[in-house]
């Protein structure tokens, strides 16, 4: 059974940083790309970064600069650092796993989600 577990989720203020985890298990964790999408209150799902098994990343419009995906294949764990946060980035914050295609649009699994929140 596959699960991703997101932890590292709070409340910050505007200017701060955190840092979320998605420990995987049940998986082949190094063949698998992973990404970390949000969903602000009466928004839809959205991709904010993704990272392929090889290493090469893919970030939103809105979060280059200030985000970073990386993944720890021995740990099988992928993190998003969030620097610079801003009011507008408080969301439930899931943790997905697909093939490298579908990772952006529709990935196979998903974690339980953990909530940001940024005040200002």
């Known amino acids: 059974q596959v699960q991703l577990v997101e932890s590292g989720g709070g409340l910050v203020q505007a200017g701060g940083s955190l840092r979320l985890s998605c420990a995987a298990s049940?998986?082949?964790?190094?063949?698998?790309?992973m990404g970390w999408y949000h969903q602000a209150p009466g928004k839809e799902r959205e991709l904010v970064a993704a990272?392929?098994?090889?290493?090469?990343?893919y970030y939103a419009d809105s979060v280059k600069g200030r985000f970073t995906i990386s993944r720890d294949n021995a740990k099988s764990t992928v993190y998003l650092l969030m620097n610079s946060l801003k009011p507008e980035d408080t969301a439930v914050y899931f943790c997905?796993?697909?093939?490298?295609?579908?990772?952006?649009?529709?990935?196979?699994?998903w974690g339980q989600g953990t909530q940001v929140t940024v005040s200002s």
């Open positions: 049940g998986l082949t964790f190094g063949y698998y790309a």
């Open positions: 990272i392929t098994s090889g290493g090469n990343t």
């Open positions: 997905a796993a697909g093939s490298k295609v579908d990772v952006y649009t529709a990935p196979h699994y």
